[in-house]
């Protein structure tokens, strides 16, 4: 639903005669960004799709479509570069650790200990980042990322203008004043999520998914199994990062044992440790404030404990008796004081060597498409409807250690965009047995027998995961939402044992009910991804980037050879000015393949809604059809939106064509993600400066 917009500006409207030094003045602003504010407002904006090129007046890059919000625009806030603050900044200083992550002013602990837990595998580390970047030879001012997006890793490049205050940083920083890859991380990781508001809260187990491709699962800490070092010895063994929590007090308050509430650690170690009294099982853990450490047991600070135990054997841990944010504590009082914990694992090998993984990844993306392919949850009579995959189990489980032959595997289901676009889908995982002869469920299949497996419950959570053991054999995996028709796009991951797989499954058109419309109907509308690749290739320029004029005629054509043809006489080039803009994530007003992949997914889910809702096949939408479309895409809007709907996007006759719903659909999603990546807290209610109000209503 579309939440009511308030928009405040943080000081008043310039008045003609200010100059822009009044506007934005040393107190707000550091010199980069009055140089990057002065060419956004003066319009000398960089060259098109040169992102190495896009310079300010000193000769570096400058992200200008870096995001900003308002903690960020206060007075009193700078943005400087390295060089600025220090004499000899270096992007490292004697290698990338754990302890290079200190917390600033924003609620991302969650994000700053999956960063600790990254740093401890040099090999993952290098996948998120390139470790030979300098701030000395080569140094341009920009820097590069790569991180893990729904199957893929995509590179995402920043400059290195930070925020700070009093000539000090304001968010993430390394307690070394030389040292800037753990500020940078966190930037390019801000811009990936909608900027560093996006941060505040969160849950360790994105991030870690996002920086290592691995699936999360969460455990109870006081209900591990009955050996808890030997289980968490074994999950730090094969690559797994470990986060963990203490859930149940107020916000980052500690208790009586210095323990925070609600505040993400790192556990980073399992060690047996021999003591003047015998053995005891310890771990390691780190609070990335980079203090207020536990105060218990083996405390770092005061415990005598530490007295029983050798120097040799203190040296072999790497203990350091200071208050760093990094401390050591019994496994039963790690039980006691921590709630829950979130375990990522790999599904990519974890060295150069290319050491085995344990499981076997295989991947889909699907959508849940209201009417067609969100039947909702196992209660609703329309279930069968929603996306299903065939999953076949054969390769039985090497451990001899039970006398039943099985087959385990690890489903994760996660919805896409979640935190980026404010989405609150409840979702699930199914398995059922499959039918003897065919690949597929049908309604009379599904209410004749029960899973085998499934969710214990909907959760809102970006990624439900469901692990188990079953016979081998072959299963259906139906992923869906709580309510039926709610739109929605997911990842599904299967993690296997090698020579087990699971594919899509194809609903047969015999088992489509006549009151029902076939499940994609915009495979008779429009071509293939793989011919849309080609027309692709056909109308992009040298470059291989799609601009507003390659979008009109790559759109004409593809329109034309299906059940819309004649509706690409709508089409005009606006049309194709705003897909594009409204979908680059790099603000050069144009799109690469991998965006235009996501343009064209969402046009052949639009599609599938347009061609439902068309009634009368006339490949227009009359004005009353148009409301109850826009609420199968997940949308919804009250009569007045509707009369600015029918003044400003319908034909003479009142109807909307193809393209014009394209278009709304567009320019609806979009601003109400902006809404949303501003009202990060909920309230229905957003404060934006005069520039950005600006720029969201020039641009988009």
């Known amino acids: 639903m579309i939440k009511s917009l308030s928009v405040s500006s943080e000081s008043s409207l310039p008045s003609p005669e200010d100059d822009l030094d009044s506007v934005c003045t040393d107190e707000l602003l550091g010199s980069q960004s009055r140089r990057w504010l002065a060419d956004l407002l003066t319009g000398d904006l960089p060259a098109e799709n040169e992102d190495v090129k896009r310079v300010g007046r000193d000769g570096l890059f400058v992200d200008y479509h870096f995001p900003l919000g308002e903690l960020e625009l206060q007075a009193g806030v700078k943005w400087k570069r390295p060089v600025e603050l220090c004499a000899s900044p270096q992007f490292i200083v004697n290698g990338a650790t754990r302890l290079d992550v200190r917390q600033g002013k924003l609620n991302d602990c969650w994000l700053l200990s999956a960063i600790a837990s990254l740093s401890v595998h040099r090999s993952l580390l290098k996948k998120v980042m390139p470790l030979e970047q300098s701030f000395q030879e080569g140094y341009s001012g920009c820097f590069t990322f790569k991180f893990w997006q729904y199957g893929q890793w995509e590179e995402v490049k920043v400059d290195d203008l930070l925020p700070t205050q009093d000539n000090s940083l304001i968010y993430l920083s390394s307690p070394e004043r030389h040292e800037f890859w753990s500020s940078l991380l966190e930037k390019a990781y801000a811009k990936v999520k909608g900027g560093y508001r996006a941060l505040d809260m969160g849950f360790p187990h994105e991030a870690m998914v996002d920086m290592t491709g691995g699936v999360t699962e969460t455990f109870s800490a006081s209900r591990l199994t009955r050996d808890p070092p030997a289980f968490l010895s074994q999950l730090l063994a094969k690559g797994a990062l470990i986060n963990c929590a203490n859930c149940q007090g107020p916000l980052e308050q500690k208790n009586e044992l210095g323990i925070m509430f609600r505040h993400a650690?790192?556990?980073?170690?399992?060690?047996?440790?021999?003591?003047?009294?015998?053995?005891?099982?310890?771990?390691?853990?780190?609070?990335?404030?980079?203090?207020?450490?536990?105060?218990?047991?083996?405390?770092?600070?005061?415990?005598?404990?530490?007295?029983?135990?050798?120097?040799?054997?203190?040296?072999?841990?790497?203990?350091?008796?200071?208050?760093?944010?990094?401390?050591?504590?019994?496994?039963?009082?790690?039980?006691?004081?921590?709630?829950?914990?979130?375990?990522?694992?790999?599904?990519?090998?974890?060295?150069?060597?290319?050491?085995?993984?344990?499981?076997?990844?295989?991947?889909?993306?699907?959508?849940?498409?209201?009417?067609?392919?969100?039947?909702?949850?196992?209660?609703?009579?329309?279930?069968?409807?929603?996306?299903?995959?065939?999953?076949?189990?054969?390769?039985?489980?090497?451990?001899?250690a039970s006398t039943q032959t099985t087959c385990s595997f690890v489903l994760a289901l996660m919805q896409k965009h979640q935190r980026r676009r404010g989405v609150d889908l409840k979702i699930a995982l199914h398995i059922f047995p499959a039918h003897p002869k065919n690949t597929y469920l049908s309604p009379e299949d599904l209410s004749a027998q029960r899973p085998v497996l499934y969710s214990p419950s909907y959760s809102r959570r970006r990624e439900v995961?469901?692990?188990?053991?079953?016979?081998?054999?072959?299963?259906?995996?139906?992923?869906?939402?709580?309510?039926?028709?709610q739109q929605g796009a997911f990842l599904l991951r299967v993690l296997t044992e090698k020579g087990n797989a699971a594919t899509p499954s194809h609903r047969p058109r015999q088992e489509i009910s006549s009151a029902t419309e076939p499940s994609y109907l915009h495979q008779v509308a429009l071509p293939s991804l793989k011919d849309i690749e080609l027309l692709f290739m056909k109308?992009?320029?040298?470059?291989?980037?799609?601009?507003?004029?390659?979008?009109?005629?790559?759109?004409?054509?593809?329109i034309q050879g299906g059940v819309l043809a004649g509706s690409e006489k709508y089409l005009n080039l606006e049309h194709c000015k705003s897909l594009v803009v409204l979908t680059d994530i790099q603000g050069n007003a144009n799109l690469e393949w991998s965006e235009f992949k996501s343009l064209w997914d969402k046009i052949r889910r639009w599609t599938d809604i347009f061609l439902v809702f068309d009634k009368n096949k006339t490949n227009r939408l009359e004005y009353l059809e148009v409301a109850p479309a826009l609420k199968a895409a997940g949308i919804q809007v009250?009569?007045?939106?509707?009369?600015?709907?029918?003044?400003?996007?319908?034909?003479?006759?009142?109807?909307?064509?193809y393209p014009g719903f394209l278009f709304l659909l567009m320019k609806l999603e979009t601003m109400i993600h902006k809404?949303?990546?501003?009202?990060?807290?909920?309230?229905?209610?957003?404060?934006?400066?005069?520039?950005?109000?600006?720029?969201?209503t020039m641009y988009n």
């Open 465 to 485: 995961v469901l692990r188990g053991t079953l016979p081998p054999g072959r299963y259906i995996i139906i992923p869906s939402t709580h309510e039926a028709n």
């Open 675 to 696: 809404f949303q990546g501003y009202d990060m807290v909920g309230i229905g209610n957003i404060s934006i400066s005069y520039r950005q109000w600006l720029h969201m």
């Open 265 to 400: 650690y790192s556990l980073t170690a399992v060690e047996r440790v021999q003591t003047a009294h015998g053995t005891v099982d310890l771990v390691r853990l780190l609070n990335p404030w980079g203090n207020t450490e536990w105060e218990g047991p083996w405390n770092d600070m005061q415990g005598p404990e530490w007295k029983s135990v050798s120097v040799e054997e203190q040296n072999r841990l790497q203990r350091v008796s200071r208050e760093d944010g990094e401390f050591w504590m019994l496994v039963s009082d790690f039980q006691q004081n921590f709630e829950t914990l979130e375990v990522c694992h790999l599904t990519e090998p974890i060295d150069e060597r290319g050491s085995s993984v344990p499981w076997c990844n295989i991947m889909h993306h699907g959508n849940w498409v209201p009417y067609i392919s969100a039947g909702g949850s196992a209660k609703e009579s329309s279930f069968w409807q929603n996306p299903q995959f065939y999953f076949t189990l054969s390769e039985v489980d090497s451990s001899t």
């Open 539 to 558: 109308h992009c320029n040298k470059k291989r980037v799609c601009k507003p004029l390659h979008l009109y005629r790559l759109l004409t054509e593809a």
């Open 638 to 657: 009250d009569d007045l939106i509707m009369q600015l709907v029918g003044l400003r996007y319908t034909e003479p006759d009142m109807t909307i064509s």
